[in-house]
């Protein structure tokens, strides 16, 4: 059977996140409709539907899984609740779209994996900038050979620490499986996995620097690329300044982008330094979606799927692992026990 000509999305839990960078999308993507949405809160539901024009809503998962008119989910809700919902979609049988980070852990991410690979239903996870140009470009200078084999690669994110800004459920293990590194540090890792192949050998370590939270508030990870070249990251979201720097060095080269700017990428030879100023659209996840949307019509294929996904949450595990005692239980019910906490 041909695959349907529109997939009419649901969104389970239209937050902040469905305002502007995921919602439109799915109305903006051609062959692609936005038919219900769900929030625990249904007046909120409501009035997300309203404003956005969206003919259906509930304030019940199950009801818009269910729905006829669904042919496809979008998962918006934390990461705590992403297993369950993903679980529910797939014996639904329908693709199944989940936000980042995949899970609260790699041994989450393994479940979804293997559910949907046993059911033979697709599942993508919201990585966005493996659809971005400028992700895009710098991959081609790497794939084309233009910074030559690749030696080192760097990364550092360092952060004010905004008393004003509650990070909300971003802290609290039990929603989103650690500290603000799952939720912006696995942005990063996925970009490296995206223009460099799977990080290999991820090892690494996490503490607290003074935040009021019991999750880490800094990160360091060293790794290897799949040719060999040696890698480190690290994050502070404690820091007294901001940094977002990437920086891939080869043999012919320098590539410098940030993760979260909009600024050009820069590539500095000993002839020079090129910028390649490619913007980002408003609609930020939109690229991605119309891939994913392609693909379920057999038009393409969509670079961020479960699997990809899984593979950065087993990276941020190693270096979590300490921290935590352990990634392979449920963690977020013994904090009493995580030899990191202080």
């Given at each position: 059977?041909?695959?349907?000509?529109?997939t009419?999305?649901?969104?389970?839990?239209?937050?902040?996140?469905?305002?502007?960078?995921?919602?439109?999308?799915?109305?903006?993507?051609?062959?692609?409709?936005?038919?219900?949405?769900?929030?625990?809160?249904?007046?909120?539901?409501?009035?997300?539907?309203?404003?956005?024009?969206?003919?259906?809503?509930?304030?019940d998962?199950?009801?818009?899984?269910?729905?006829?008119?669904?042919?496809?989910?979008?998962?918006?809700?934390?990461?705590?609740?992403?297993?369950?919902?993903?679980?529910?979609?797939?014996?639904?049988?329908?693709?199944?779209?989940?936000?980042?980070?995949?899970?609260?852990?790699?041994?989450?991410?393994d479940?979804?994996?293997?559910?949907?690979?046993?059911?033979?239903?697709?599942?993508?996870?919201?990585?966005?900038?493996?659809?971005?140009?400028?992700?895009?470009?710098a991959?081609?200078?790497?794939?084309?050979?233009?910074?030559?084999?690749?030696?080192t690669v760097?990364?550092?994110?360092?952060?004010?620490?905004?008393?004003?800004?509650?990070p909300?459920?971003?802290?609290?293990?039990?929603?989103?499986?650690?500290?603000?590194?799952?939720?912006?540090?696995?942005?990063?890792?996925?970009?490296?996995?995206?223009?460099?192949?799977?990080?290999?050998?991820?090892?690494?370590?996490?503490?607290?620097?003074?935040?009021?939270?019991?999750?880490?508030?800094?990160?360091?990870?060293?790794?290897?690329?799949?040719?060999?070249?040696?890698?480190?990251?690290?994050?502070?979201?404690?820091?007294?300044?901001?940094?977002?720097?990437?920086?891939?060095?080869?043999?012919?080269?320098?590539?410098?982008?940030?993760?979260?700017?909009?600024?050009?990428?820069?590539?500095?030879?000993?002839?020079?330094?090129?910028?390649?100023?490619?913007?980002?659209?408003?609609?930020?996840?939109?690229?991605?979606?119309?891939?994913?949307?392609?693909?379920?019509?057999?038009?393409?294929?969509?670079?961020?799927?479960?699997?990809?996904?899984?593979?950065?949450?087993?990276?941020?595990?190693?270096?979590?692992?300490?921290?935590?005692?352990?990634?392979?239980?449920?963690?977020?019910?013994?904090?009493?026990?995580?030899?990191?906490?202080?």
């Amino acid at each position: 059977m041909s695959p349907p000509t529109t997939t009419r999305w649901g969104i389970l839990g239209c937050g902040n996140v469905c305002e502007v960078k995921s919602g439109p999308g799915f109305q903006q993507a051609e062959g692609s409709a936005l038919t219900c949405v769900m929030r625990r809160k249904p007046l909120m539901a409501e009035d997300y539907a309203t404003r956005h024009g969206v003919p259906n809503w509930t304030g019940d998962a199950d009801d818009l899984i269910e729905d006829p008119d669904v042919d496809a989910v979008y998962i918006a809700t934390p990461p705590g609740t992403h297993l369950e919902y993903a679980l529910k979609v797939c014996a639904a049988g329908k693709p199944c779209y989940v936000e980042k980070p995949m899970a609260r852990s790699g041994v989450e991410c393994d479940r979804m994996v293997q559910s949907f690979a046993d059911a033979g239903v697709p599942l993508f996870v919201a990585y966005y900038r493996r659809g971005l140009p400028r992700f895009q470009k710098a991959k081609a200078l790497i794939d084309t050979g233009a910074l030559g084999a690749i030696k080192t690669v760097e990364y550092r994110w360092e952060g004010v620490a905004d008393p004003s800004n509650d990070p909300g459920w971003r802290v609290q293990a039990e929603y989103s499986g650690g500290g603000l590194f799952l939720d912006m540090g696995s942005h990063t890792l996925d970009i490296l996995d995206y223009m460099l192949g799977p990080l290999q050998s991820p090892r690494g370590d996490a503490k607290t620097t003074g935040s009021a939270y019991d999750v880490e508030d800094a990160v360091g990870l060293q790794f290897a690329t799949g040719s060999g070249a040696e890698g480190e990251a690290s994050w502070d979201f404690n820091g007294d300044k901001h940094s977002d720097l990437i920086t891939i060095t080869g043999g012919h080269g320098e590539l410098l982008l940030s993760t979260f700017g909009n600024e050009p990428v820069r590539f500095r030879t000993a002839a020079g330094e090129e910028t390649y100023d490619l913007p980002n659209p408003e609609t930020i996840q939109q690229p991605l979606i119309q891939m994913i949307v392609d693909e379920l019509r057999g038009e393409g294929a969509c670079p961020s799927t479960g699997q990809t996904a899984a593979r950065t949450s087993h990276v941020m595990d190693a270096a979590l692992q300490s921290y935590y005692g352990g990634r392979d239980d449920d963690f977020w019910t013994r904090p009493d026990t995580w030899p990191g906490r202080r």
